[in-house]
């Protein structure tokens, strides 16, 4: 069975899955990992944080998970959070718990800083309409079997057929290529004042055949 073939859309019961998976695939990672500055206490923190943005993203039915369902697991293998266009993260009614959520978890320092990142990611999204792949992730354990391209690769095929172009950022230089080959083109680099920078990509809707 192939990785695309377990892949369907995400449910709030997923939560948990989810937020353990994206925890855990960002807790070093270059851009957030320093996000949440305190090692000692980042899985707390960070997981805390994405359970919160995941459970915005389930706003919508875009979301994708690849599960363990050919293996009766209660487990997911890969993650993929995405936004239908025109929308944002946090929706407008959600603003005053995510403020006091990030203050809460990090103090003034960090979350000013965090702010600024996210501002400057808000500014540098393309005006056009597009589907927006926030968040791409890997259970530890089924790392390395390809499962987050698969579960990529599914959700363009039905952009594709939509019609809709989708737009990420590349938060880990490693994941460049890997997005290059399934036709993302570099859009800008984002500049954070950690010294990260984060190259941002455009994929146009491939033309159904």
């Known amino acids: 069975m192939s990785p695309e073939s377990t892949a369907r859309r995400a449910l709030a019961s ?16 270059p851009v957030w990992g320093p996000s949440f500055p305190d090692p000692a206490t980042r899985p707390q923190i960070a997981g805390a944080y994405w359970r919160f943005m995941i459970e915005e993203a389930l706003r919508f039915p875009e979301s994708r998970v690849i599960d363990t369902a050919d293996t009766g697991a209660d487990t997911l293998r890969a993650v993929a959070v995405w936004y239908p266009p025109g929308e944002d993260e946090v929706s407008p009614e959600a603003h005053p718990a995510y403020d006091a959520l990030v203050h809460e978890l990090l103090g003034s320092d960090a979350a000013a800083a965090l702010d600024h990142a996210g501002a400057q990611f808000v500014a540098a999204r393309p005006a056009e309409p597009h589907a927006y792949l926030t968040l ?14 698969a579960l990529l690769r599914s959700a363009l095929a039905e952009y594709d057929t939509a019609g809709i172009p989708t737009y990420l950022e590349s938060s880990n230089p490693a994941n460049d290529a890997r997005y290059e080959r399934l036709g993302y083109r570099p859009r800008q680099v984002v500049h954070l004042a950690t ?15």
Request: hydrophobic content about 45%; proline content about 2%.
């Open 195 to 209: 010294g990260a920078a984060v190259q941002t990509y455009w994929r146009d809707a491939a033309a159904s055949d």
């Open 14 to 29: 997923d939560l948990d899955e989810m937020t353990r998976i994206v925890t855990s695939a960002f807790l070093d990672d």
């Open 136 to 149: 791409l992730a890997v259970a530890p354990e089924a790392r390395g079997g390809g499962y987050g391209m």
